[in-house]
């Protein structure tokens, strides 16, 4: 019997390592040669300075904005929550190139773009272009992904630490919180790889300044692959990190009890 079920471990894990190489193998064109790399006047620290920067800041709108709508969604009525489920899949399913132009579209001189040009503000090719989009690509990740964490929280126990006096935001970060937080770090980790590596929504509205996936664009046109090869390092080593981080820090107490 024990004999039995080690084998029968042996070989599941050895069916985990098998998928694991399948999912890892594109990794071996890093090990082709193409030439010597080309770091100089690639672009590749100001890119990588972009993404990182506006990317943060795009999540930090993302979880301001995303999270409350979640909470809501996750509370009200199976009807109600139906109907704000169907309005965030809208830009999950939208291909990213046409997610691009219906933003420029909509932000452009026929649209709101007029209104905010009277503030000084431009959604072509600046910055805040580049932060919107990522928001647009990225937020109905992140809130369909809390509210299925929010879904893991007993209701019981909500209630009753209300009954029991703490207002409603004590009531979150006391009881749903803690239980949901590895849902929500998975929300996260969506979110940012989404508005990370999103290409064809940002090079529309933001082709400037040029990210991570529009500078793999650029300089495999004007340069070819030996200026390609360390963007995709500096891609992998910036992409990784923080939903790394979060799963971490989410399941940490989890490892601890183990």
Known sequence: MGRSHSLKGSLARAGAVLFAIVVLF?????????????WEGSGTLDAARVSIGLTA?????????G???????????????LLWQAVLLVSVL????ALGILISLAFGQHGLGLFL????????????????????????YYVLGAIAALDSVPRPLELQAALLGHAPWSVFWRVTFPIARLGFAVALSLAWVRALTEFGAVVITA?????????????????GLPAVMPLMIVFLVTALPLPWLAHLLAQRRSVQRA
């Open 26 to 38: 594109p990794l071996a064109g890093l090990f082709v040669r193409v030439g010597s790399w080309r």
């Open 57 to 65: 800041i795009a999540m930090v709108i993302v979880v301001a904005l």
């Open 67 to 81: 999270t409350p709508m979640a909470l809501y969604v996750a509370r009200c009525s199976a009807r109600e929550r």
């Open 94 to 97: 939208l291909p990213p190139l």
């Open 117 to 140: 040009e009277q503030f000084g503000l431009s959604m072509t090719n600046t910055p805040l272009a580049f932060v919107v989009t990522q928001v647009y690509v990225s937020v109905g």
């Open 207 to 223: 082709y400037y300044p040029a990210g991570l996936p529009v500078a793999i664009w650029t300089n495999l046109e004007n340069f």
